[in-house]
């Protein structure tokens, strides 16, 4: 069993935010990842450390982190963010790096 | 530009091994490290290990400890992952990242090669 967990499934309405959750021990000690997936792609990084976003990701996605739990926020959700959306971070050891079991985007 | 160029699908029989490649360009490939990232169908992502191309260090997934390794050759900037005693539940697609040290921060992925495990 993954050492982060996220929700199964998450859905927002066009416009409107939504907040998708990545819960772990190791996230007292470690920033998480956040990846984008689309059907038949490979991911593509969102948010990484404090709340950084790389060259090209919009801003409406924004991160942050409290205690055990990493999130990301979608503000004004567009059709194209439909996707799975990943977190990563080192496992309590700091010896290795654990994905959460994925989130399901829909966009309605 | 950055670019993980990974070779082509592969069909294996269970027992058997693969050994999937990624090569990389547009940056200083021993400056970062290499980490293996597969997706079982229908499935998540899944941490396999990483390898730093600097000196060759490697840390590798619990489940995965014996039947996989992980290479380098920093002469072709190339990465390399072979996976023993395969099993059809091995089946998934294999992505290289960029990683600069076991951070988890995958800035640059490869497009993924499909490796297939059947009788």
């Known amino acids: 069993s993954s050492e982060l967990t996220q929700d199964p499934a998450v859905s927002v309405a066009l416009g409107q935010t939504v907040r998708i959750t990545c819960q772990g021990d190791s996230l007292r000690s470690y920033y998480a990842s956040w990846y984008q997936q689309k059907p038949g792609q490979a991911p593509v990084l969102v948010i990484y450390g404090k709340n950084n976003r790389p060259s090209g990701i919009p801003d409406r996605f924004s991160g942050s982190s409290s205690g055990n739990t990493a999130s990301l926020t979608i503000t004004g959700a567009q059709a194209e963010d439909e996707a799975d959306y990943y977190c990563n971070s080192r496992d309590s050891s700091g010896n290795l790096v654990v994905f959460g079991g994925g989130t399901k985007l829909t966009v309605l | 530009q950055v670019q993980l160029v990974q070779s082509g699908a592969e069909v294996k029989k269970p027992g058997a091994s693969v050994k999937v490649s990624c090569k990389a360009s547009?940056?200083?490939?021993?400056?970062?490290?290499i980490s293996w990232v597969r997706q079982a169908p229908g499935q998540g992502l899944e941490w396999m290990g990483w390898?730093?191309?600097?000196?060759?260090?490697?840390n590798y997934a619990q489940k995965l400890q014996g039947r996989v390794t992980m290479t380098t050759d920093t002469s072709t900037s190339t990465a390399y992952m072979e996976l023993r005693s395969l099993r059809s539940d091995d089946t998934a697609v294999y992505y290289c990242?960029?990683?600069?040290?076991?951070?988890?921060?995958?800035?640059?992925w490869g497009q993924g090669t499909l490796v297939t495990v059947s009788s």
């Open positions: 390898i730093s191309a600097y000196n060759g260090n490697t």
């Open positions: 547009g940056y200083t490939f021993t400056s970062y490290g």
């Open positions: 990242a960029r990683d600069r040290g076991l951070t988890g921060r995958y800035d640059y």
